[in-house]
């Protein structure tokens, strides 16, 4: 998360809008790039003097220690780059290379327990091998050339995405504090039945972000050019994009028995039950992506971290009560609160900003 500093919401829009100006695009993605590689660095020498020399982690030093790769791997990941040149196509291809990679390493050089401190370095570093090499291709797809950047530029980009960085610290614990709340009011068995359920619904929670992706590059595009149509393309997408993710979803919750009978090896009814009434999550998710839209292409980070931390503290509220006196079926139906709630405040938020529809 420190890594990515929030550059995945807001990047894409700009350089939307900047693509056609080679001199613009060029300095917003070295500065972004350079950033993101000194906040690398940062984040490594940190791991490796807690885990080498003040003792934390004790147990697996060595294994975090040969997975900072995967830091400089982040910094070259360039999904917020190719969103916005409406390239996703690239990335699609990246991930199956780099995946294809490490699987094969895998393979080959871990064979015995002793050999697990290379899992890590070995998605890192194939990570980083062809992130790097799409970099390149970018760079000279686009005509625009590698140089530092003013040191009053970085400083300028950690400052100016400090609340974009700061909503996605939120976003994490809004995905996982209700687990971790969970566990201190029910049983071993039960947490792992309400992970069993969860996975597929955070895996559906996907759904409406790849959505969001998919459409930023043309919403950011038409809202700087032409107001109107932007409305038109955004209910649209929303439209469409809301049927999708029902159909999905209703498909899966109607299947939940099958469902966690593949992934446990049985059938398990609280795993089903709790999947069928999580699988709300998405759907209720994609009625937000208007207003996320809007908050992107007009930059309003302050409404962003705002709402978010508004949904994440009301999701906490509702966790502990839900969990407390319902066990997993509260957590469950209090994350689906939380997201009704999620949908309203950005709503309210945008509408107070003149920004809401």
């Known amino acids: 998360m420190l890594v990515n500093y929030g550059f995945n919401l807001n990047i894409p829009q700009k350089l939307a809008i900047i693509k056609e100006s080679n001199l613009a695009k060029q300095d917003l993605i070295n500065e972004v790039t350079i950033t993101k590689l000194i906040l690398s660095c940062m984040v490594a020498v940190l791991v490796i003097f807690s885990t080498n020399h003040f003792g934390l982690f004790e147990g697996y030093s060595v294994i975090l220690t040969y997975s900072v790769i995967q830091l400089f791997s982040d910094a070259l990941y360039p999904m917020a780059i190719l969103q ?3 390239k996703l196509s690239w990335i699609a291809k990246a991930n199956a290379v780099s995946k294809l990679l490490y699987l094969g390493l895998v393979i080959l050089v871990v064979n015995v327990a002793s050999d697990a401190k290379w899992v890590n370095f070995l998605l890192g570093s194939t990570g980083f091998l062809v992130h790097g090499s799409v970099m390149v291709l970018i760079y000279r ?10 040191f009053s530029r970085i400083k300028f980009w950690l400052w100016s995405n400090f609340q974009f960085f700061f909503s996605t610290v939120a976003s ?3 995905i996982n504090g209700g687990l971790i709340i969970l566990k201190n009011f029910v049983n071993d068995a039960e947490l792992g039945f309400y992970s069993l359920g969860q996975k597929v619904a955070v895996m559906l929670r996907m759904i409406p972000i790849f959505i969001t992706q998919s459409i930023i590059h043309n919403a950011s595009r038409l809202y700087d050019q032409d107001k109107i149509s932007f409305e038109g393309y ?3 997408s929303q439209r469409n994009g809301l049927l999708i993710t029902a159909l999905i979803c ?3 919750a109607a299947s939940s028995k099958w469902v966690i009978r593949i992934l446990a090896g049985e059938f398990i009814p609280l795993s089903a039950t709790l999947m069928s009434i999580l699988c709300l999550l998405p759907i209720i998710g994609m009625l937000n992506v208007s207003n996320m839209i809007r908050i992107l292409v007009a930059d309003q980070k302050y409404i962003l971290s705002k709402a978010i931390w508004i949904t994440t503290g009301l999701m906490l509220i509702f966790s502990l009560i839900g969990s407390y006196y319902f066990g997993s079926y509260g957590l469950a139906v209090s994350l689906v609160l939380a997201e009704i709630f999620n949908y309203f405040i950005h709503y309210i938020l945008l509408k107070r900003a003149g920004l809401g529809k």
């Open 234 to 236: 955004l209910q649209k």
């Open 250 to 252: 209703f498909t899966a």
């Open 141 to 150: 797809a686009e005509s625009i050339r590698l140089q530092w950047v003013a």
């Open 172 to 174: 994490y614990i809004l």
């Open 84 to 86: 916005g040149f409406d």
